[in-house]
């Protein structure tokens, strides 16, 4: 089959790798309709993440239809229409049982390699480094699904491919950054990016009944999509000498009750703390640029709460001060998709819900090298570059 392979640092190419096959009996083996860009894949294609290997397919926000079941899938057969959460779970452990699937237990093979720096492992995902599972991603024309029972997950007849796309990864992690902010009526919720996930935590706070959401980018492009498409209010940060005092002045003082981060570690920000920032990193002598994570903290209301969704390595000068004398709840996960696919499908399904407007460019895989050059440059106002494999 054809897929996007890492072949080293900015080094990516299409071609010609072995057919995914049932391994284990509860395997499923996808047929790939549509398969997107993330900016978490962003820090490998850039060497800031180490963990990956020549020739390894990878990408895991993607929808398809099964096209082979293991001998114990019991609930999903061929020809079922799916979308699949990027973080695989077994469905069984401990921490699948109380619904925190990223945290499975069972299906990170290279636990070990995660051990030293998280103290546990986190589960696997598909198409990432190998500390993460080592799993073949969806930038293919198939991909081996793992637990199909519990992984797919079928999509309804009214949600067409490109909208049940971005339910894999951009909208589960965005709304549950929304969730985690445990929203009351009346609550200003302020979000920091807005990149796929940044527009799909304000569209769940929205949903989850916010009375104002206010979303925070550089981009006009992607501004515009938060108040067209979210129905947010906008501020550019690049205009304002003090996002904190941006957002004190948009909420009468107070600052917003919770904040969501969507940016992460490449996180454009500004003012000198930022300029130390890169110069650090530039240097590697500080692995992130934490300017988002910080201004979050910072703006937040006392006794707010941050929801830190944005990818980080290690971060130094981290406002742990504030933190507690502020009295900030910091809730942070990689997505729980399990526990939100089938409610963000319903509310797909039901019109309360637009997620097709983030595939700003759709080419097939075989552009798909070209397709990542125009999403790392976000040329063109591309939120997302979505791939068809056939
Ligand atoms: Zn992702
Ligand atoms: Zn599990």
Redesign the pocket.
Known sequence: MRALVWNGVNDLAVETVPDPHVVNPRDVVLEVSLTTT?G?DLHFIDGYLPGMRKGDVFG??FTGTIVEVGPEVRDRKVGDRVVVP?FIACGNCWYCDRQLYSLCDTTNPNAAAQQPLLGYPSGGIYGYTHPFGGYAGSHAQFVRVPFGDVNCFPVPEAVDDLSALFVS?AVPTGFMGADFCDISPGDTVAVFGAGAVGLMAAAGAKILGAERVIVLDRLPERLAAARDHVGAETVDYSDVDSVQEALREATGGRGPDAVVEAVGMEGHGTGLQNVVDRAKQAVRAETDRATPLREAVLACRKGGVVALLGVYGLTDSFPTGVVLNKGLTIRAAQQHGQRYVPRLLHHLAAGELQTSFLATHRMPLEDAVEGYRIFKEKEDGCLRAVFSPS
């Open positions: 993330c978490s895991h926000e990027s990864d």
